[in-house]
């Protein structure tokens, strides 16, 4: 059984072929933009030799992986088309990667150009360590690739630097990580699950029998549950956060009519939805300009060449 299936993503960029070329072959730009790339240094080399480079990358704090590659070569086609190869390994036995190979393409079109690649690489560890790559560290490298793709793009296409793009991604990630966890919880834990004798008692303020009252909290629960489901679902649409800003001030207004008292205790709905409504407007100013692997392909859409044989661990060694 085959577990290794070569890593293939695409992006249209809307941008000149030199200046793709440019931010993707030299290694200062291509370190700005590549997630799974902390570093990359070329090494001296003489004429007619392969380009050689080292390259480091952090995967956990105070964890640096650090690797070799060796371009195989740059060279234009007849058709107009770029076409630029590499091999790679690592020594360093914490490094689930031992040896690969991969290419990038660059296709012109009418509007801009193809840019795209495809790789694959030999795991260490024998059978647990297919596993665990097929089913984590693979999809993981994909993603990574795929939204490095969109950064390179909105770089190239928006003028948005890598580091902007960066920061953008993490505040909305923060952002909508704060608005699920707060929809979750008061969804489960003060409704579904404890319904809160104080979520009670406003139903009944509001005009509901017991058995009414604790079926609303019920129902308001699940209707957090759901927004939250959605919210994570879908974080790059904007409605759902300016529906949560929107809702929040009316939300206080009808609790403060059920019952005054509940403004001013401790975590109110006042301190509690003013944190909602901003965490929503930080979701909402950051949701365009920011990269996202969704845009990108991830299967070809016509034939593309094998990545063919991988290289040993280390060249010449025969590992």
């Given at each position: 059984?085959?577990?290794?299936?070569?890593?293939?993503?695409?992006?249209?960029?809307?941008?000149?072929?030199?200046?793709?070329?440019?931010?993707?072959?030299?290694?200062?730009?291509?370190?700005?933009?590549?997630?799974?790339?902390?570093?990359?240094?070329?090494?001296?080399?003489?004429?007619?030799?392969?380009?050689?480079?080292?390259y480091a990358t952090t995967v956990a704090p105070g964890v640096t992986i650090r690797g070799t590659g060796e371009s195989l070569g740059e060279r234009d086609r007849p058709d107009?088309?770029?076409?630029?190869?590499?091999?790679?390994?690592?020594?360093?036995?914490?490094?689930?990667?031992?040896?690969?190979?991969?290419?990038?393409?660059?296709?012109?079109?009418?509007?801009?150009?193809?840019?795209?690649?495809?790789?694959?690489?030999?795991?260490?560890?024998?059978?647990?360590?297919?596993?665990?790559?097929?089913?984590?560290?693979?999809?993981?490298?994909?993603?990574?690739?795929?939204?490095?793709?969109?950064?390179?793009?909105?770089?190239?296409?928006?003028?948005?630097?890598?580091?902007?793009?960066?920061?953008?991604?993490?505040?909305?990630?923060?952002?909508?990580?704060?608005?699920?966890?707060?929809?979750?919880?008061?969804?489960?834990?003060?409704?579904?699950?404890?319904?809160?004798?104080?979520?009670?008692?406003?139903?009944?303020?509001?005009?509901?029998?017991?058995?009414?009252?604790?079926?609303?909290?019920?129902?308001?629960?699940?209707?957090?549950?759901?927004?939250?489901?959605?919210?994570?679902?879908?974080?790059?649409?904007?409605?759902?956060?300016?529906?949560?800003?929107?809702?929040?001030?009316?939300?206080?207004?009808?609790?403060?009519?059920?019952?005054?008292?509940?403004?001013?205790?401790?975590?109110?709905?006042?301190?509690?939805?003013?944190?909602?409504?901003?965490?929503?407007?930080?979701?909402?100013?950051?949701?365009?300009?920011?990269?996202?692997?969704?845009?990108?392909?991830?299967?070809?859409?016509?034939?593309?060449?094998?990545?063919?044989?991988?290289?040993?661990?280390?060249?010449?060694?025969?590992?």
């Amino acid at each position: 059984m085959r577990l290794r299936r070569p890593i293939y993503v695409e992006s249209r960029v809307r941008a000149p072929l030199d200046a793709l070329w440019a931010a993707t072959q030299d290694p200062g730009q291509h370190q700005r933009w590549d997630l799974r790339f902390g570093a990359i240094e070329y090494l001296p080399r003489a004429e007619g030799e392969p380009q050689r480079f080292t390259y480091a990358t952090t995967v956990a704090p105070g964890v640096t992986i650090r690797g070799t590659g060796e371009s195989l070569g740059e060279r234009d086609r007849p058709d107009g088309s770029r076409w630029s190869g590499l091999r790679f390994w690592a020594d360093d036995r914490r490094s689930l990667i031992e040896a690969g190979a991969g290419y990038w393409r660059y296709v012109p079109t009418d509007d801009g150009v193809r840019f795209l690649t495809r790789y694959d690489y030999r795991p260490r560890g024998g059978l647990p360590g297919q596993l665990a790559d097929r089913w984590a560290f693979r999809p993981a490298f994909g993603w990574a690739t795929a939204w490095s793709f969109d950064r390179l793009r909105l770089w190239l296409e928006e003028g948005v630097t890598p580091e902007a793009s960066r920061d953008t991604a993490a505040a909305h990630a923060a952002a909508v990580a704060g608005l699920v966890g707060i929809w979750a919880y008061q969804g489960l834990v003060p409704k579904l699950w404890r319904v809160d004798a104080g979520e009670v008692d406003l139903w009944r303020r509001g005009g509901l029998g017991p058995g009414g009252a604790r079926l609303a909290v019920r129902a308001a629960g699940a209707a957090e549950v759901v927004i939250a489901a959605v919210t994570l679902a879908r974080p790059g649409r904007r409605w759902p956060f300016a529906a949560t800003a929107a809702a929040m001030p009316a939300l206080v207004v009808a609790a403060a009519v059920a019952d005054r008292r509940v403004l001013s205790r401790a975590f109110n709905p006042v301190s509690l939805n003013w944190a909602v409504a901003a965490l929503a407007a930080v979701a909402l100013a950051t949701t365009d300009r920011r990269p996202s692997a969704r845009r990108t392909l991830r299967t070809a859409p016509d034939h593309q060449p094998d990545v063919g044989n991988l290289p040993p661990a280390r060249p010449g060694s025969g590992a």
